[in-house]
């Protein structure tokens, strides 16, 4: 099992360009989430899915799209990039949504924006 | 709203010595809690969690935790500290309200430990 794996691991983008932050997972994990880490303020949810085809918005979903086409895949797009979203993106999956699951995280994505 | 207070954001510690991480969650519901630790340029990684029964809970590399329900409380604990325990700590807490289950994160506490 690779786990939850994510791709790229460092990105440095300028204001205005558009990306997608890859996450999958291999473990048949019907949730996943994005969080972003940023210094003193733990991780905030950016978007969560609960299974292919439905997903909805966390506490911070601004500038953020995402889809879920399949349930290994879980893609995080930034439609156009700004100094606010500089941080470190994590992923993570688990089980199910309820329950006693833990959730799995993926390595991040240190992302720069100019 | 929902929120969870780490209480330190640094601690600096010599090895041997004991270590005491607060948290405290503000949620009058059913909870779960969990600490992550994170170290230096790795994922998150679960360390211990609580979700019934005894309130006191041991994780892996020798952490516990209890939960006090009366104070909103899950503290982290370590009677002797490692120069390999060098790293950032979570405090979680998962809230069922409606129909989605979110995992609430406290804001870290970086724990630096010295030879």
């Known amino acids: 099992n690779a786990g939850v794996t994510q791709t790229p691991k460092f990105q440095v983008l300028k204001t205005g360009q558009s990306m997608t932050l890859q996450c999958a997972q291999d473990?048949?994990?019907?949730?996943m989430s994005w969080y972003r880490q940023d210094p003193g303020m733990g991780l905030r949810l950016i978007h969560y899915s609960v299974g292919a085809g439905i997903t909805d918005q966390g506490e911070v979903p601004n500038g953020y799209n995402v889809s879920r086409s399949t349930t290994e895949d879980f893609p995080l797009r930034l439609l156009s990039a700004a100094p606010s979203q500089t941080s470190v993106y994590f992923c993570?999956?688990?089980?199910?949504?309820?329950?006693?699951?833990?959730?799995?995280f993926g390595p991040g994505t240190r992302l720069t924006v100019t | 709203a929902q929120s969870v207070s780490q209480h330190n954001h640094h601690v600096i510690l010599s090895e041997a010595a004991s270590l005491e991480l607060g948290c405290n969650y503000s949620y009058g519901g059913t909870v779960n809690l969990f600490w992550y630790v994170q170290y230096p340029g790795q994922h998150l990684q679960l360390l211990l969690k609580?979700?019934?029964?005894?309130?006191l809970v041991k994780g892996i590399k020798g952490f516990e935790a209890e939960f006090i329900k009366s104070k909103f409380s899950f503290n982290l604990r370590k009677p002797s500290v490692q120069w390999s325990d060098t790293a950032e700590y979570f405090c979680a807490v998962r809230t069922f309200s409606g129909g989605y289950n979110k995992l609430i994160f406290g804001a870290g506490t970086r724990l630096a430990v010295h030879p």
């Open positions: 993570a999956s688990s089980l199910i949504p309820g329950g006693t699951y833990e959730q799995y």
């Open positions: 473990m048949n994990h019907e949730y």
């Open positions: 609580y979700f019934s029964g005894d309130p």
